[in-house]
């Protein structure tokens, strides 16, 4: 081996090591694997091509100019996942706590711009304690580049960020930004400003965990996505989760071949909706049920569960259900299912994945938490994202669809492609009830006049029929029949083609 040889293999050996092994029993201490470790369990067998292994910082201030570790604390490049290209990066807290330097950065930017011309996702594994502090505001300047390139890439390939340890102050934004945050429970927080922080300007006293664990951002804030128990689990995960999602907004989303019969009939589906109306089911069942092979992919799981979201198949092809979930708050909408719908309605949308939206919708949640937080605007976002939505849209109604909730839920006026409903669906500006002690307010005190005028009002608009009369409801179908004729509607709207008015972009209510 030559002279140049030998520096080039001193160097790639350096790079492989990281940190060094003290550093890397730490992190296995923690029960946390290496940033090399996570790319081999996330892509495939001996896919990877590590970009930029030589490259290191230019710092010369603090002693760094003679501490240097090639690669310089993030691992790129690009592989395959079930032999489909992503870029990826991985932030490595063994060399200076995976922080952010302008070299760092530059990396992270050059799979970005590259992910972008080929049209292939970019998977970011953040483990790291933030900005460069020896760099300065070289390192904030790196973030704003980063997150420039986070911006021009949202809706053109789908952005994954895995928050697999610290992920602290202004470094949060990109993820942010990102389509979907996966996190780790127990080894993973992310916040703007820390524990100490919050002590100085708040005096309230909270650990990193409650602060910005999985658990926090999975339940109470949202930001999150998902939590997973350790890395192995999300990076499995997450492979089963990128066969879901198109390469790009250029690419159809990948068909999966199924031996799951598209004209398979449930039965049981039948005795699904309780005949007592204000008695919940499980919205589940149906999910199951109709999707290929019974493999839903559910998204936001532990936030707002008044409203379920996730990735299924409909003969092959991967759909994004939205369904309203009775078991809680009577599938009612809120603010917080409203934001969350929206934004998995506009992934959908970005990304050319067709829309099931299962409706049992007693309307939007009353209250002053609700009104003062900001109802008419949130609301307004998933209204929003389902009218501009051009997708094929394909909507069930299974019993309640009532107000202006029926019109948000994918409705035939939103632009909704295929509008079923169950012979137990009830389309109405509000329940029976509601509505009698309206428009009857004087007989009130008759208890008996008021079942009457109730059973009257239930049996002239608490069914589908008036809604179909009108052409609002394309058929009233079987509920043993949903998985075929959803299958049948997709297979005819898969080369579904429109377009919204040219515009710089839309103002969504934010
Ligand atoms: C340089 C850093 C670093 C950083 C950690 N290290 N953070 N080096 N810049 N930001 C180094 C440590 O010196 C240490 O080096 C190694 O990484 C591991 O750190 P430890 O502290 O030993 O690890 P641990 O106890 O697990 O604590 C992790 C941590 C802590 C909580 C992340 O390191 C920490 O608080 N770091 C600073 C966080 C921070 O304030 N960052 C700037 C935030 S502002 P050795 O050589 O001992 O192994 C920011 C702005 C972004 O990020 C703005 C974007 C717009």
Same mark, same amino acid.
């Given at each position: 081996?030559?002279?140049?040889?030998?520096?080039?293999?001193? @160097?790639?050996?350096?790079?492989?090591?990281?940190?060094?092994? +003290?550093?890397?029993?730490?992190?296995?201490?923690?029960?946390?694997?290496? #940033?090399?470790?996570?790319?081999?369990?996330? *892509?495939?067998?001996?896919?990877?091509?590590?970009?930029?292994?030589?490259?290191?910082? $230019?710092?010369?201030?603090?002693?760094?100019?003679?501490?240097?570790?090639?690669?310089?604390?993030?691992?790129?490049?690009?592989?395959?996942?079930?032999? @489909? &290209?992503?870029?990826? !990066?991985?932030?490595?807290?063994?060399?200076?706590?995976?922080?952010?330097?302008?070299?760092?950065?530059?990396?992270?930017?050059?799979?970005?711009?590259?992910?972008?011309?080929?049209?292939?996702? =970019?998977?970011?594994?953040?483990?790291?304690?933030?900005?460069?502090?020896?760099?300065?505001? #070289?390192?904030?300047?790196? !973030?704003?580049?980063?997150?420039?390139?986070?911006?021009?890439?949202?809706? =053109?390939?789908?952005?994954?960020?895995?928050?697999?340890?610290?992920?602290?102050?202004?470094?949060?934004?990109?993820?942010?930004?990102?389509?979907?945050?996966?996190?780790?429970?127990?080894?993973?927080?992310?916040?703007?400003?820390?524990?100490?922080?919050?002590?100085?300007?708040?005096?309230?006293?909270?650990?990193?965990?409650?602060?910005?664990?999985?658990?926090?951002?999975?339940?109470?804030?949202?930001?999150?996505?998902?939590?997973?128990?350790?890395?192995?689990?999300?990076?499995?995960?997450?492979?089963?989760?990128?066969?879901?999602?198109?390469?790009?907004?250029?690419?159809?989303?990948?068909?999966?071949?199924?031996?799951? &019969?598209?004209?398979?009939?449930?039965?049981? *589906?039948?005795?699904? =909706?309780?005949?007592?109306?204000?008695?919940?089911?499980?919205?589940?069942?149906?999910?199951? /049920?109709?999707?290929?092979?019974?493999?839903?992919?559910?998204?936001?799981?532990?936030?707002?569960?008044?409203?379920?979201?996730?990735?299924?198949?409909?003969?092959?092809?991967?759909?994004?259900?939205?369904?309203?979930?009775?078991?809680?708050?009577?599938?009612?909408?809120?603010?917080?299912?409203?934001?969350?719908?929206?934004?998995?309605?506009?992934?959908?949308?970005?990304?050319?994945?067709?829309?099931?939206?299962?409706?049992?919708?007693?309307?939007? *949640?009353?209250?002053?938490?609700?009104?003062?937080?900001?109802?008419?605007?949130?609301?307004?976002?998933?209204?929003?994202?389902?009218?501009?939505?051009?997708?094929?849209?394909?909507?069930?109604?299974?019993?309640?669809?009532?107000?202006?909730?029926?019109?948000?839920?994918?409705?035939?006026?939103?632009?909704?492609?295929?509008?079923?409903?169950?012979?137990?669906?009830?389309?109405?500006?509000?329940?029976?009830?509601?509505?009698?002690?309206?428009?009857?307010?004087?007989?009130?005190?008759? &208890?008996?006049?008021?079942?009457?005028?109730?059973?009257? !009002?239930?049996? +002239?608009?608490?069914?589908?029929?008036?809604?179909?009369?009108?052409?609002?409801?394309?058929?009233?179908? &079987?509920?043993?029949?949903?998985?075929?004729?959803?299958?049948?509607?997709?297979?005819?709207?898969?080369? /579904?083609?429109?377009?919204?008015?040219?515009?710089?972009?839309? $103002?969504?209510?934010?």
């Amino acid at each position: 081996m030559n002279d140049v040889s030998k520096r080039i293999e001193k @160097r790639r050996d350096s790079s492989m090591l990281g940190g060094g092994q +003290k550093r890397v029993d730490a992190q296995h201490s923690k029960g946390k694997l290496t #940033a090399r470790e996570r790319i081999d369990a996330l *892509l495939d067998e001996e896919s990877f091509e590590e970009w930029d292994m030589f490259v290191e910082h $230019n710092c010369r201030d603090f002693g760094m100019d003679s501490n240097r570790v090639p690669g310089d604390g993030v691992i790129t490049g690009h592989g395959k996942i079930n032999g @489909r &290209p992503v870029f990826v !990066y991985s932030q490595d807290f063994t060399v200076f706590g995976g922080s952010l330097s302008s070299a760092h950065a530059r990396k992270i930017c050059k799979v970005m711009d590259q992910a972008m011309k080929v049209g292939a996702p =970019v998977i970011g594994i953040n483990d790291s304690g933030g900005a460069r502090i020896q760099e300065g505001v #070289a390192s904030l300047a790196g !973030y704003a580049d980063v997150f420039q390139r986070n911006v021009l890439a949202s809706g =053109v390939i789908p952005q994954i960020s895995m928050i697999m340890g610290p992920c602290a102050g202004g470094a949060v934004y990109s993820p942010a930004i990102t389509d979907f945050i996966f996190m780790i429970r127990n080894s993973s927080y992310m916040f703007v400003t820390g524990p100490d922080v919050v002590k100085t300007v708040t005096h309230e006293e909270v650990s990193a965990e409650k602060l910005g664990g999985a658990l926090t951002h999975t339940s109470t804030s949202g930001v999150a996505d998902l939590a997973f128990e350790n890395d192995i689990e999300a990076l499995v995960q997450v492979r089963r989760f990128f066969d879901f999602i198109p390469l790009s907004n250029r690419e159809r989303p990948p068909v999966q071949p199924t031996n799951d &019969p598209v004209d398979r009939l449930e039965s049981s *589906l039948d005795t699904l =909706v309780p005949h007592d109306p204000n008695r919940p089911y499980d919205m589940f069942e149906l999910i199951y /049920k109709t999707v290929d092979e019974h493999d839903f992919f559910e998204i936001q799981p532990d936030y707002a569960g008044n409203i379920i979201i996730g990735f299924g198949r409909l003969g092959g092809m991967p759909v994004g259900v939205v369904a309203n979930q009775p078991m809680v708050l009577a599938g009612c909408l809120d603010i917080d299912s409203s934001r969350k719908a929206a934004r998995f309605v506009r992934f959908c949308d970005c990304f050319g994945i067709p829309i099931i939206t299962l409706v049992d919708v007693p309307g939007f *949640l009353p209250g002053t938490s609700q009104e003062y937080g900001g109802i008419i605007k949130h609301g307004a976002k998933l209204l929003f994202a389902y009218a501009e939505a051009t997708v094929p849209k394909l909507t069930v109604i299974t019993r309640k669809a009532y107000g202006g909730a029926y019109d948000v839920m994918s409705s035939k006026h939103l632009r909704g492609d295929l509008n079923y409903s169950w012979p137990s669906a009830e389309i109405a500006v509000m329940g029976p009830k509601g509505a009698v002690e309206i428009i009857f307010r004087e007989e009130i005190d008759d &208890p008996d006049k008021i079942a009457q005028r109730t059973r009257d !009002y239930r049996e +002239k608009f608490a069914n589908p029929l008036v809604a179909s009369q009108h052409g609002f409801i394309d058929d009233i179908i &079987p509920p043993h029949s949903t998985r075929a004729r959803l299958c049948r509607g997709l297979e005819l709207l898969v080369n /579904k083609k429109l377009d919204n008015p040219s515009k710089k972009h839309d $103002n969504i209510p934010l």
